[in-house]
């Protein structure tokens, strides 16, 4: 079982950046491939970024490329995700995922792949 804690979320100012982290616990960090989703009220949980086990291969939503960075430290078993230039329409609860990967450089796009999920963290930008 793979238990994943999500932090750093509040609230910011549009233009403004925050960090989250996603701390992973029950299996090596390195053997999941790891994903951020969001989901704001009225709509579904959407794909932010995801990441390899590696961290070489990485996918973004068109919506935060440029603004977004998903990066990983395995040795620290945490996955981040910097997010700069903060939009309202960023405002949503934010969930780590994981789903155990046999490939360094298999990333998964969609929710259904992934088996582990964080309780979420909320990020509000007021405008």
């Known amino acids: 079982q793979v238990h994943l804690v999500e932090s750093g979320g509040g609230l910011v100012q549009a233009g403004g950046s925050l960090r989250l982290s996603c701390g992973a616990s029950?299996?090596?960090?390195?053997?999941?491939?790891t994903g951020w989703f969001r989901q704001a009220p009225g709509n579904e949980r959407e794909l932010v970024a995801a990441?390899?086990?590696?961290?070489?291969?990485?996918n973004y939503a068109d919506s935060v490329k440029g603004r977004f960075t998903i990066s990983r430290d395995n040795a620290k078993n945490t996955v981040y995700l910097q997010m700069k230039s903060l939009k309202p329409e960023d405002t949503a609860v934010y969930y780590c995922?994981?789903?155990?990967?046999?490939?360094?450089?298999?990333?998964?796009?969609?929710?259904?792949?992934?088996?582990?999920w964080g309780q979420g963290t909320q990020v509000t930008v007021s405008s």
């Open positions: 995922a994981a789903a155990p990967s046999s490939s360094l450089y298999s990333v998964f796009t969609f929710r259904v792949t992934y088996d582990y």
């Open positions: 029950g299996r090596t960090c390195g053997s999941l491939a």
């Open positions: 990441i390899s086990r590696s961290g070489g291969t990485i």
